[in-house]
């Protein structure tokens, strides 16, 4: 049982928006920076984003996060076949001192 | 570019010890600020944060590990290891080790290995 929910899964067609929700708790995301990170099938997952709402050098703007509360998004646009992946939101728990992860969300691009 | 490379074997058996280690390149795990972490995730199931390790040495665990788990830094060799104690089935798991940097004034997991299947099997 992860300490943040994610929905398990999530779709779009090519070139549509979708949004992927993180929903914590005042002890996590309330208080902390919220991260995102892509997993392409049988690969290390690979951060997207940082800082609540940073892109790392090399990932695409049509990637964004933001933060408002116990909850974060992660907002793809543009959907393209190659963001078929697994999508992980992360942050601080502060009760545990430690890193926590969603349970994941895996995106099927139809 | 950093680059991390976990190792070790793939195969333990139940109440053994587990031991892997990441080897670092492009870059010096004694290097100040960074953190050198261990993420673990089971087969068909999501990611765990097992630990990290700081260039200086000071260590910060998961808690429900937090008994059975030791990260230390082997500077000599630009290496970082994991052990684990007292496997059990539930460990089995592909390990990654990762790299926290600093970023103003958060931590990002920037750097991954490719990561290593662990297996407890008897």
């Known amino acids: 049982q992860s300490v943040l929910t994610q929905p398990p899964s999530a779709s779009g067609t090519p070139g549509q928006r979708v949004t992927i929700s993180c929903s914590g708790s005042?002890?996590?995301?309330?208080?902390?920076?919220v991260y995102w990170y892509q997993q392409l099938p049988g690969t290390a997952p690979k951060l997207l984003i940082c800082?609540?709402?940073q892109r790392p050098s090399g990932v695409p703007d049509r990637f964004s996060g933001s933060k408002s509360g116990t909850s974060a998004s992660l907002a793809i646009s543009g959907l393209r076949a190659e963001d078929e992946a697994d999508y992980y939101c992360a942050t601080w728990e502060d009760s545990l001192s430690g890193r926590v992860f969603g349970g994941g969300t895996k995106l099927t691009v139809l | 570019q950093v680059q991390l490379q976990e190792s070790g074997p793939g195969l333990v058996k139940p109440s053994e010890t587990l031991s892997l280690t990441c080897t670092v390149s492009g870059g010096s795990v004694s290097s100040g600020a960074y953190l050198w972490s261990w993420i673990r995730q089971p087969p068909g199931k999501g990611l765990e944060w097992i630990g990290y390790?700081?260039?200086?040495?000071?260590?910060n665990y998961n808690p429900s590990l937090k008994s059975r788990v030791t990260i230390s830094l082997d500077t000599s060799k630009n290496q970082f290891s994991l052990k684990l104690t007292s496997v059990t089935a539930a460990d089995t798991a592909v390990y990654y080790c990762?790299?926290?940097?600093?970023?103003?004034?958060?931590?990002?997991?920037?750097?991954w290995g490719q990561g290593t299947l662990f297996t407890v099997s008897s």
């Open positions: 390790v700081s260039y200086s040495g000071s260590t």
């Open positions: 990762a790299r926290d940097a600093p970023r103003g004034n958060y931590y990002s997991l920037d750097f």
């Open positions: 005042s002890s996590n995301i309330r208080n902390n920076y």
């Open positions: 800082g609540n709402n």
